[in-house]
C-alpha cells in the first residue's frame, strides 16, 4: 500500500525528517509515534500529498506522490493536525462540499455523506454550524471528511489531541471499526491514546525512525523486557534454584512470598518461558500463572525517545 | 470547471454569510455616494456625460481599494485556519483554487456594482445620456475590479495573515495606480512603457464611453498575470 525509500524533507537549512524509508501493507493499522517537532506531521503532510519531498520516493498505491499526486489524492483522506473545517458552514453542507472536492459522483453524494455522519455519531448534528461545535465534534467532523469518499488509506494525525478520556475513548472505537475496509495511518504523541489499536508501530525521534514493530516486538528491542513473572506453589527456594539452572536466566527473585504460594520475577535473555516452565515441573513444583513482564508501552517509548535525544 | 464552481460556490457562500464582505461593500457604497454628491453633481453647465464619466472615474478607484478589502481573505485565511491543506489535499488543480476563489470574489463585487446603479439612473432620470455609455462604464469597472483582484489573490496566496496581504496587495496596486509619476523622470522609450503600467490611463476611455481592444487587454492580461502568479505561488509553497 505504502513504499516509503530515504524520505528527506527540509524546511530551509534543518531538516524535518531524513531518509525515512517503512512499508505499510494494505490493512494494516499503523500507530505513529513521536514527541512534538519528531517529523511526524511533515511525513504525513507528504504521504497526504499536501508537502512535497526534498528527496526520497514515496508510492502509494503504485502512484509517485510527486509524479501522480492526483491518483493518489484520489484514494486518501487526510486529517491534518488541525481539522480543516469552515466554520461558517453546517456539518452536512460541509462534508457535501468535501465529498464533490474529492470526485464522489452526484447520486451517491447524500448516501455518502449520511454513511460518514453515521460512523462518526454525527447524524443528529448535521444542520449545525461547525463554528458551534465543541473541541470533540470538531475532531469527528475532520475524521468524517477524511473518509465520506471511501479512500483506501486514512491518514489522522493526532485525532485524539484534546480530547477528554471517554472521548478518546470513543475515537479509539472508530479506528477500530474502520480497520479492514482501510489502512489507517495513525499518529499521536501519547502512547497511551493509541495503544492497542494498531498492528504495528514506528516510532520517530528528530526526523528518523529509531524503532519499529509490533508492541511486543518493541518491547523485546529492549534488555530490561526479557523479564517474566510467574506465581508458584512448593518450595520457593527450590524454585529459585531450578530456574537459575535454566541456561539464558540471568537473575531470580522473589518478589512476594505468602502462605505457599511464591510470586517470582526471572530476567531472562530471549523468550524462555516454555524452559521456565519445564524446569518448575521437573522440580516438583506448581506453577500457578506466567507472565510476560511487558514493560508498558509507554515506559518503552519514553526509554526509547530519551535514549536517543 | 467542476472544481472551479465547486469551489467558487463554497467562497460566494462563505462572502454571503460572514459580515466582513458585506461591510466592506457598505463602506464603499457610503464613500462611493458621499464622494458623486460631493465632486460629480456639482459644478455649473456640466453636462450629464460629464457627471456620468466623473461618477465611473471615482466608483473605479473605490473599486480598485475595496478589492484589495476583499480580497485579502481568499487565500491567506485558508492558510491561518489550516483548511488549505484540505483543498491541498483533494484532487483539484491549484490553478482552479485559484481561479474558484477569484471567481467568487467577482461574484461578490458585482453586488457592490449593483448597488451603485441608482447613481447613473438619477443622472439619466434628470438629464441625457446614453446606455451605450453606462454599459462602457460598467465594464470598465468590471475590468477595473477583476484586475484589483486577481492582485488580491495574489498578495493573499503569499501571505499568511489577511493584513499583510492587504498591505502587499495594497503596495502593488499602489505602484500600478502612480506608475505615470515614474513616467515624469524617465526618457523617452521607458516612458511610454511605465506611462502605460497605470490602470486608470486605461480606463479613462472607458469612463468617457469608448470600448478599445487595447485597453481590454490591458486589465485582461494584469488580470492573468496576477492570477497566474498565485497558482505558481501556492505550488511552490508545497515545497517547503
Known amino acids: 500500500m505504502i513504499q516509503v525509500e530515504g524520505l528527506t524533507k527540509f524546511y530551509g537549512e534543518r531538516a524535518a525528517i531524513r531518509d525515512l524509508s517503512f512499508t505499510i501493507e494494505k490493512g494494516e493499522v499503523i500507530g505513529f509515534l513521536g514527541l512534538n517537532g519528531a517529523g511526524k506531521s511533515t ?216 502462605g505457599g504460594l511464591a510470586a517470582l520475577r526471572v530476567v531472562t535473555a530471549g523468550e524462555l518461558r516454555a524452559e521456565l516452565v519445564r524446569a518448575l515441573v521437573a522440580a516438583n513444583v506448581d506453577v500457578l500463572r506466567v507472565d510476560r513482564s511487558a514493560a508498558r508501552l509507554e515506559n518503552i517509548f519514553l526509554q526509547l525517545t530519551h535514549g536517543k535525544a | 470547471m467542476k472544481n472551479i464552481w465547486l469551489i467558487a460556490r463554497r467562497e460566494l457562500a462563505a462572502y454571503l454569510r460572514t459580515m466582513s464582505g458585506y461591510i466592506i461593500i457598505a463602506v464603499m457604497l457610503f464613500i462611493d455616494g458621499l464622494l458623486f454628491n460631493a465632486f460629480a453633481i456639482p459644478g455649473t453647465a456640466k453636462k450629464s456625460s460629464e457627471i456620468l464619466a466623473d461618477f465611473f472615474m471615482l466608483t473605479s478607484g473605490i473599486t480598485m481599494v475595496g478589492a484589495v478589502f476583499l480580497s485579502m481573505r481568499l487565500i491567506a485565511e485558508e492558510r491561518q485556519t489550516g483548511t488549505l491543506a484540505l483543498l491541498y489535499s483533494s484532487p483539484v488543480h491549484d490553478l482552479e483554487i485559484v481561479l474558484g476563489k477569484f471567481l467568487a470574489a467577482l461574484l461578490f463585487l458585482c453586488l457592490f456594482f449593483t448597488a451603485t446603479l441608482y447613481m447613473p439612473a438619477l443622472v439619466a432620470a434628470y438629464g441625457k445620456v446614453s446606455l451605450g455609455h453606462i454599459f462602457s462604464g460598467y465594464l470598465g469597472l468590471l475590468l477595473v475590479g477583476a484586475t484589483g483582484l486577481a492582485i488580491g489573490t495574489f498578495g493573499s496566496a503569499l501571505s499568511k495573515s489577511q493584513v499583510l496581504a492587504a498591505v502587499l496587495s495594497g503596495v502593488m496596486t499602489l505602484a500600478l495606480t502612480t506608475a505615470w509619476l515614474l513616467g515624469k523622470i524617465t526618457d523617452r522609450p521607458l516612458t511610454d512603457i511605465v506611462n502605460g503600467l497605470a490602470w486608470w490611463g486605461h480606463f479613462e476611455a472607458f469612463r468617457t464611453g469608448v470600448i478599445h481592444l487595447k485597453h481590454v487587454s490591458y486589465f485582461v492580461l494584469v488580470s492573468f498575470i496576477a492570477l497566474f502568479s498565485a497558482t505558481r505561488v501556492l505550488e511552490a509553497r508545497r515545497w517547503r
Open chain 1, 43 to 258: 511525513t504525513l503532510k507528504v504521504l497526504g500529498c499536501v508537502l512535497l519531498p526534498t528527496s526520497g520516493r514515496v508510492r502509494i498505491d503504485g502512484y509517485d506522490v510527486t509524479r501522480d499526486p492526483h491518483e493518489i489524492r484520489k484514494r486518501i483522506g487526510f486529517l491534518p493536525d488541525t481539522p480543516p473545517l469552515y466554520d461558517e458552514m453546517t456539518v452536512q453542507a460541509y462534508l457535501r462540499f468535501v465529498a464533490e472536492l474529492r470526485g464522489v459522483a452526484p447520486g451517491e453524494l447524500q448516501r455518502r455523506v449520511d454513511e460518514a455522519m453515521a460512523r462518526t455519531a454525527l447524524s443528529d448534528r448535521r444542520g449545525e454550524l461547525i463554528s458551534s461545535l465543541s473541541h470533540g465534534y470538531r475532531q469527528r467532523v475532520g475524521v468524517a471528511q477524511a473518509l465520506v469518499h471511501g479512500p483506501r488509506l486514512l491518514i489522522l494525525d493526532e485525532p485524539t489531541s484534546g480530547l477528554d478520556p471517554v472521548q478518546i475513548v470513543e475515537m479509539r472505537e472508530l479506528i477500530r471499526q474502520l480497520k479492514g475496509e482501510h489502512t489507517v495511518l495513525v499518529s499521536s504523541h501519547i502512547l497511551g491514546e493509541i495503544s492497542q489499536i494498531c498492528d504495528r508501530y514506528l516510532v520517530i525521534q528528530q526526523g528518523e525512525i529509531i524503532a519499529r514493530g509490533t508492541e511486543a516486538e518493541l518491547s523485546t528491542q529492549l534488555g530490561s523486557s526479557g523479564a517474566v513473572e510467574l506465581e508458584v506453589r512448593g518450595d520457593a527456594q527450590l524454585a529459585v534454584s531450578a530456574l537459575k539452572a535454566v541456561a539464558g536466566v540471568s537473575d531470580v527473585t522473589i518478589a512476594h512470598l505468602e
